[in-house]
């Protein structure tokens, strides 16, 4: 089928799809083999759409019907597969909690804007009687930290040593 004007030929968005993925077992990540985000999820260029989209949208989509709005989620938490033993579809929420279930979320210096590192959280916590204004002012914080700290509403992961 022709589709632009300088007469070159529309692949398939599925005929691009196979090309690209390397599929293996059932039980096996399906790994994407062509472009990949910063986040690692394949890209794929869907000519009919006039976009991109990710790889592994498209196979849940193939396999699994229309997503009907919901998020693609990944049971083996590889971005690059594309197995669709491993896709399932379901709402930012149920994404959410199986991110919090398997820890993938950053937590404390892996978050990227943390101004403390987990030995000064444990530090403030084991010098809690020295008082908020002394550690507020040797750690540049607001008294307020110091109080989610202290009372492990701030940094719940780390444990004062």
């Not at 404390?108 to 084991?126: C, F, M, P, W, Y």
Request: charge should be positive; glycine fraction near 8%; aromatic fraction near 8%.
């Amino acid at each position: 089928m022709l589709g632009d004007d300088m007469g070159r030929k529309k692949i398939n968005v599925i005929e691009k799809f196979w090309a690209k993925v390397d599929k293996r077992s059932d039980n096996e990540c399906w790994l994407w083999l062509g472009a990949s985000d910063k986040d690692g999820y394949g890209q794929i260029w869907d000519g009919y759409a006039g976009k991109m989209k990710r790889s592994h949208k498209v196979s849940a989509q193939i396999h699994h019907g229309d997503s009907d709005g919901r998020i693609v989620m990944h049971s083996c938490d590889n971005p690059s597969c594309c197995n669709p033993n491993h896709l399932s579809y379901g709402t930012n929420a149920d994404n959410v909690a199986d991110k919090m279930k398997k820890s993938r979320q950053a937590k404390g210096e892996r978050q990227g804007h943390s101004k403390l590192t987990e030995a000064q959280v444990s530090d403030i916590r084991n010098r809690a009687a020295e008082g908020y204004r002394k550690l507020c002012d040797e750690f540049k914080l607001a008294p307020s930290t110091v109080y989610r700290i202290w009372h492990r509403q701030a940094w719940q992961h780390i444990n004062a040593r």
